[in-house]
Antibody, heavy 115, light 107 residues
Framework: QVQLVESGGGVVQPGGSLRLSCAAS????????MHWVRQAPGKGLEWVAF????????YYADSVKGRFTISRDTSRNTVYLQMNSLRPDDTAVYHC?????????WGQGILVTVS | DIQVTQSPSTLSASVGDRVTITCRAS??????LAWYQRKPGKAPNLLIY???TLKTGVPSRFSGVGFGTEFTLTIDSLQPDDFATYYC?????????FGQGTRVEIK
């Protein structure tokens, strides 16, 4: 069965950096694009970033463009989110999700607190 | 950018009720719309994609209709497990946009 497990969250000061990882299993990782989606406390879901299965394209929400970078390592079945210049409004639970082309499987999420 | 507007933001209902949630897109999105269920502390769960296709394993009391700019999610005979927050999402052309969410609470 599909499993997505996020790691790398924590508390970081404003202006700091953090790298999230999402380990994937149960499907052919190289065949699917991957997303990051976040939910800030008391807010709704916000799509953050997407990477195509072959890394030929990366796409970002305007709110994170220029600060966040999505990447993937097919040898490790892992997708990453490098977050730089973090702001308090980046505080959220971050989920990775598999694209098919809807977000058909999600990880449980990892908390990032910018304070 | 395409915006999606969901209503209502909160809905109070009882077990056995039929509930309907609406999602409106700012421009024609054909049937590129999905619906998700979110419970506190759990990963979001895909319910419906392409506006009306039920994901395998999702109970048949969930249904979706719509085309273009107006879409609805209906839950027939609300069950205790259905009290949650529901989100619509537009997906196409490398931009994904969620609605604001509808919290279905117990009346």
């Amino acid at each position: 069965q599909v499993q997505l497990v996020e790691s790398g969250g924590g508390v970081v000061q404003p202006g700091g950096s953090l790298r999230l990882s999402c380990a994937a299993s149960g499907f052919t990782f190289s065949s699917y694009g991957m997303h990051w989606v976040r939910q800030a406390p008391g807010k709704g879901l916000e799509w953050v970033a997407f990477i195509r299965n072959d890394e030929s394209g990366q796409y970002y929400a305007d709110s994170v463009k220029g600060r966040f970078t999505i990447s993937r390592d097919t040898s490790r079945n892992t997708v990453y989110l490098q977050m730089n210049s973090l702001r308090p409004d980046d505080t959220a639970v971050y989920h990775c999700a598999k694209d098919d082309p809807v977000l058909d499987h999600w990880g449980q999420g990892i908390l990032v607190t910018v304070s | 950018d395409i915006q999606v507007t969901q209503s209502p933001s909160t809905l109070s209902a009882s077990v056995g009720d039929r509930v309907t949630i609406t999602c409106r897109a700012s421009q024609n999105i054909n049937t590129w719309l999905a619906w998700y269920q979110r419970k506190p502390g759990k990963a979001p769960n895909l319910l419906i994609y392409k506006a009306s296709t039920l994901k395998t394993g999702v109970p048949s009391r969930f249904s979706g209709v719509g085309f273009g700019t107006e879409f609805t999610l209906t839950i027939d005979s609300l069950q205790p497990d259905d009290f949650a927050t529901y989100y619509c999402q537009h997906y196409h052309g490398y931009l994904w946009t969620f609605g604001q969410g509808t919290r279905v609470e117990i009346k």
